[in-house]
């Protein structure tokens, strides 16, 4: 019987170490960690740009340093129904796609809209995926009521849109 039990504690004894053994040889590594995201507007305000601009035979069209802005001046109308258009293209050169307001025309001028009308070709938002250029858009300012003075009047108007962000 001394000899049973003997067997016993030293089977009992080896499963034990057999376990220790193993578990002085294996380890659990675990990578932690963490990230700040955020997103970088520097490079979307300098990459949504205007990419050409071109005008009606007799006016002038330019595109500012920062690709922002244009300048448009139409040839003078003289007559109901003149009319100058500029053509534009949108170019999305950012890490982000860009979603662009609908383009809307004013003027602080109060006698513009008595005279002149400024359209837009666009008036819903576009979706632009990055490294994309849009459609050809254009901006039409028509005469629609005869100037009756002798004088040049010159009249100032403003088309804004708004480009906003969207994940890639």
């Not at 499963?15 to 932690?32: H, M, N, Q, R, W």
């Not at 300098?46 to 330019?62: I, L």
């Not at 025309?105 to 513009?112: I, K, L, M």
């Given at each position: 019987?001394?000899?049973?039990?003997?067997?016993?504690?030293?089977?009992?004894?080896?499963?034990?170490?057999?376990?220790?053994?193993?578990?002085?040889?294996?380890?659990?590594?675990?990578?932690?960690?963490?990230?700040?995201?955020?997103?970088?507007?520097?490079?979307?305000?300098?990459?949504?740009?205007?990419?050409?601009?071109?005008?009606?035979?007799?006016?002038?069209?330019?595109?500012?340093?920062?690709?922002?802005?244009?300048?448009?001046?139409?040839?003078?109308?003289?007559?109901?129904?003149?009319?100058?258009?500029?053509?534009?293209?949108?170019?999305?050169?950012s890490n982000?796609?860009?979603?662009?307001?609908?383009?809307?025309?004013?003027?602080?001028?109060?006698?513009?809209?008595?005279?002149?009308?400024?359209?837009?070709?666009?008036?819903?938002a576009?979706?632009?995926?990055?490294?994309?250029?849009?459609?050809?858009?254009?901006?039409?300012?028509?005469?629609?009521?005869?100037?009756?003075?002798?004088?040049?009047?010159?009249?100032?108007?403003?088309?804004?849109?708004?480009?906003t962000?969207?994940?890639?």
């Amino acid at each position: 019987m001394k000899r049973s039990n003997l067997i016993k504690v030293s089977v009992l004894v080896a499963i034990i170490l057999v376990g220790v053994a193993y578990a002085a040889i294996t380890s659990t590594l675990t990578v932690g960690g963490s990230t700040s995201v955020k997103g970088d507007s520097s490079d979307f305000t300098n990459n949504v740009v205007f990419a050409s601009a071109t005008p009606t035979t007799g006016s002038t069209a330019s595109i500012s340093t920062d690709k922002h802005s244009i300048t448009f001046t139409t040839a003078e109308l003289k007559a109901v129904g003149d009319e100058a258009t500029l053509t534009y293209t949108i170019k999305n050169t950012s890490n982000y796609g860009a979603s662009i307001s609908a383009v809307t025309c004013s003027s602080t001028d109060t006698s513009f809209a008595t005279y002149v009308t400024a359209t837009p070709s666009r008036t819903t938002a576009l979706t632009l995926n990055k490294g994309a250029t849009s459609s050809a858009e254009t901006v039409k300012v028509k005469m629609i009521k005869t100037y009756a003075q002798t004088t040049v009047k010159s009249m100032t108007f403003t088309c804004t849109m708004t480009a906003t962000a969207t994940g890639a």
